[in-house]
């Protein structure tokens, strides 16, 4: 069984693959053109979220029984070309999900309450807190796209500050917008025109890229702070962009811009975006998760036994 890891995973999981006779490559800093001439020697590779698995790459990698995302979101990789291939994907959905609504909670209260820019000033030396005012969560209404994993951890946190959860999701029953306790909207502008708060937790497919764009901004409340902590681009840039200029929206707070992992996403230019560098997974207890997971299921996978998340 021969590994390649592609981007770091937490040294526990490296130990599992060792530990069960894997030849483990650990190489984090390839150039594509690197990685695109030695994957035709593995049998499995290990990526989160920054390597491209497509057509480029499958046609290279001639030995490849295995692809094991270690992280959520498989929107880097071409699963059709995978399936064709017989190539099984395995991630771990569940391993980062509470880091992630953390740090939803985090960007949220950040912009809400300008920490960040309170910050650099102070750091500057500066003792003012004019422009700066902050809204309080107490009795506003926040709108949850997407009441899977994250968007019901999210909406169990935001309750205890008092808020209103309305959430649009039209793949799940009633039932579970029930056990969540919250509101269910049917359609998508519906939960626009109410919600002071907006965070969207839907994978990135090609429904969900840009579903949050102009239309459904223009319906939105004047001052609207929006949070995503998903993926780049479900909410569309160029529109946030339009609706921070004529103060639709008074606030971001976003884990993943455009251009990922290029800090050239327009968005960075303006005072009140906060963005992290999709950090949402980045704490000791979710990579620990991920990586010994990912580790199991990969050797799983290329001993021909089941697999949970396949
Ligand atoms: P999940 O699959 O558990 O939940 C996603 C929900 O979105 C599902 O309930 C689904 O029905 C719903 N959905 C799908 N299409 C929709 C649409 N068009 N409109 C409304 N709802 C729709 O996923 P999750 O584990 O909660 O992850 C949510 C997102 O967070 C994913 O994009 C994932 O990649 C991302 N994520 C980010 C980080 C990070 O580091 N920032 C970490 C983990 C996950
Ligand atoms: C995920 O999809 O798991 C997250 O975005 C975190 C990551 O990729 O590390």
Same mark, same amino acid.
């Given at each position: 069984?021969?590994?390649?890891?592609?981007?770091?995973?937490?040294?526990?999981?490296?130990?599992?693959?060792?530990?069960?006779?894997?030849?483990?490559?650990?190489?984090?800093?390839?150039?594509?053109?690197?990685?695109?001439?030695?994957?035709?020697?593995?049998?499995?590779?290990?990526?989160?979220?920054?390597?491209?698995?497509?057509?480029?790459?499958?046609?290279?990698?001639?030995?490849?029984?295995?692809?094991?995302?270690?992280?959520?979101?498989?929107?880097?990789?071409?699963?059709?070309?995978?399936? #064709?291939? *017989?190539?099984? @994907?395995? =991630?771990?959905?569940?391993?980062?999900? +509470?880091?992630?609504?953390? %740090?939803?909670?985090? !960007?949220?209260?950040?912009?809400?309450?300008?920490?960040?820019?309170?910050?650099?000033?102070?750091?500057?030396?500066?003792?003012?807190?004019?422009?700066?005012?902050?809204?309080?969560?107490?009795?506003?209404?926040?709108?949850?796209?997407?009441?899977?994993?994250?968007?019901?951890?999210?909406?169990?946190?935001?309750?205890?500050?008092?808020?209103?959860?309305?959430?649009?999701?039209?793949?799940?029953?009633?039932?579970?917008?029930?056990?969540?306790?919250?509101?269910?909207?049917?359609?998508?502008?519906?939960?626009?025109?109410?919600?002071?708060?907006?965070?969207?937790?839907?994978?990135?497919?090609?429904?969900?890229?840009?579903?949050?764009?102009?239309?459904?901004?223009?319906?939105? #409340?004047? *001052?609207?702070? @929006?949070? =995503?902590?998903?993926?780049?681009?479900? +909410?569309?840039?160029?529109? %946030?962009?339009?609706? !921070?200029?004529?103060?639709?929206?008074?606030?971001?707070?976003?884990?993943?811009?455009?251009?990922?992992?290029?800090?050239?996403?327009?968005?960075?230019?303006?005072?009140?975006?906060?963005?992290?560098?999709?950090?949402?997974?980045?704490?000791?207890?979710?990579?620990?998760?991920?990586?010994?997971?990912?580790?199991?299921?990969?050797?799983?996978?290329?001993?021909?036994?089941?697999?949970?998340?396949?």
């Amino acid at each position: 069984m021969k590994i390649l890891v592609s981007e770091p995973i937490a040294e526990k999981g490296l130990e599992k693959l060792v530990q069960e006779g894997a030849t483990v490559d650990l190489k984090t800093s390839l150039t594509r053109q690197e990685l695109l001439k030695i994957i035709g020697e593995y049998d499995a590779l290990i990526v989160r979220s920054n390597t491209k698995v497509n057509e480029e790459l499958y046609q290279k990698a001639t030995q490849l029984k295995v692809v094991g995302r270690a992280g959520n979101g498989v929107d880097n990789i071409d699963m059709d070309g995978a399936t #064709k291939r *017989g190539i099984i @994907v395995v =991630n771990t959905p569940d391993s980062n999900s +509470v880091s992630a609504c953390e %740090l939803t909670i985090g !960007l949220l209260l950040a912009t809400c309450r300008n920490i960040p820019q309170h910050h650099i000033r102070l750091k500057g030396k500066v003792w003012d807190r004019s422009g700066l005012k902050g809204m309080e969560l107490l009795d506003k209404t926040v709108g949850i796209v997407g009441l899977g994993r994250i968007g019901s951890l999210v909406a169990t946190r935001l309750k205890s500050f008092g808020m209103k959860i309305v959430a649009y999701d039209p793949y799940i029953s009633d039932s579970r917008f029930q056990h969540v306790g919250v509101e269910k909207k049917e359609k998508l502008e519906d939960l626009m025109r109410v919600c002071d708060i907006l965070t969207v937790h839907t994978p990135k497919t090609e429904e969900t890229y840009g579903m949050i764009g102009k239309e459904q901004l223009a319906v939105a #409340k004047k *001052g609207l702070t @929006v949070i =995503n902590c998903a993926r780049a681009g479900i +909410v569309n840039e160029v529109a %946030l962009i339009e609706a !921070l200029k004529t103060k639709i929206v008074a606030r971001v707070g976003i884990d993943v811009p455009e251009g990922e992992p290029e800090p050239i996403s327009p968005l960075l230019e303006y005072d009140n975006v906060i963005v992290t560098p999709h950090a949402g997974a980045d704490t000791k207890e979710a990579q620990d998760n991920v990586g010994v997971t990912i580790a199991q299921e990969v050797i799983s996978a290329l001993r021909g036994e089941m697999v949970p998340n396949a």
